[in-house]
């Protein structure tokens, strides 16, 4: 698609948004001066503000002409959050205006909400002008349009697929068809869609990564299946020790999820850097099924590695 295709198509999406049924302008739409201090950036903002050469023209065309399309946003928790115009407020502060115009949209849900976030930047900027983790935000808005919350089987199968799983979604073929067409319209294939989605899964530490081209695709695909907190030990492992992470390593991580600790991941990667073998700290012991289903049946596996530590413990202990 064109790129002023591609940018038409959306601003359409946004429009319909913006006006009424009647096609006259409401209350809701009605334009005020607000303060730049009442207004906070939207939670989770998943866009980079503008830096450089492109904020500096734009404070210098506010300082010549004002804010010409007034900033949009939503009252959020007592505050009034903003939609669409981060980048605007960021540029009118340092234009040293103390308000902006303001439209304050009523009644939006949380996905409405983030609507207004993701198609705004997108016909600001269009989507080949995005970072990866800001493309991955938008595929996710484009895919939710299409598929109902909570019926992502195609997606979940193309991840199983990358993942040589095999597939349990028992979904036919013809379920595909819609991801295809959303894939295709931006120029890339159904895999590479389904893999740029996982991005939405990592924490920010490792989506800057991402747009810093830092790390391999199937290093961060395999670490988006972690729990974040569990991410943020590789994270803050690998960036101490300036170790860049390979796909083997992440999935050994991913794999090893149920018993995996901070100390083993900084272990590892310590050992990685300093050239040594890292198969010791995830030797494996099997239990026997009886045994398992006689004292493990209700616990949850790292609380079982928690109680044959402590039974070990207490065995040599005593020994």
Do not use: C
Not at 300 to 313: F, N, R, T, Y
């Amino acid at each position: 698609m064109s790129k002023g295709l591609e940018k038409r198509k959306l601003a359409s999406d946004v429009l319909d948004y913006l006006e009424d049924e009647s096609g006259t302008e409401t209350k809701e739409n009605e334009v005020k001066l607000i303060p730049v201090d009442k207004l906070v950036p939207f939670h989770n903002h998943p866009f980079k503000l503008y830096e450089g050469q492109r904020l500096d023209d734009m404070v210098e065309s506010i300082k010549e002409h004002g804010v010409m399309i007034p900033i949009l946003a939503r009252m959020y928790k007592g505050k009034l959050e903003i939609l669409s115009g981060h980048n605007r407020l960021n540029a009118s502060i340092k234009a040293g205006l103390r308000e902006v115009p303001v439209i304050e949209k009523i009644g939006l849900s949380e996905k409405e909400a983030y609507t207004y976030v993701i198609e705004t930047n997108l016909i600001q900027r269009g989507f080949s002008e995005l970072l990866p983790s800001e493309q991955a935000a938008a595929l996710e808005i484009e895919y939710d349009k299409v598929i109902s919350q909570g019926k992502r089987n195609d997606i979940i199968r193309e991840i199983e697929k990358l993942s040589g799983i095999e597939s349990t979604s028992g979904q036919s073929d013809q379920k595909l068809d819609k991801r295809d067409a959303i894939s295709s319209e931006y120029g890339m294939s159904g895999s590479k869609m389904a893999r740029m989605l996982r991005i939405n899964h990592l924490v920010q530490p490792f989506k800057d990564m991402v747009d810093a081209n830092a790390i391999n695709k199937g290093a961060y695909f395999h670490i988006s299946f972690m729990p974040q907190e569990q991410q943020l030990w590789v994270f803050h492992a690998v960036n101490d020790y300036g170790y860049k992470i390979s796909e083997e390593i992440a999935k050994l991580f991913r794999d090893s999820e149920e018993t995996l600790t901070e100390q083993v991941v900084r272990d590892t990667v310590d050992d990685l850097v300093n050239g040594k073998k890292t198969e010791k700290k995830f030797q494996s012991v099997k239990l026997q099924t009886v045994v398992y289903q006689r004292y493990f049946r209700e616990v949850e596996p790292k609380e079982a590695v928690s109680i044959i530590e402590k039974a070990l413990e207490m065995y040599f202990t005593t020994k």
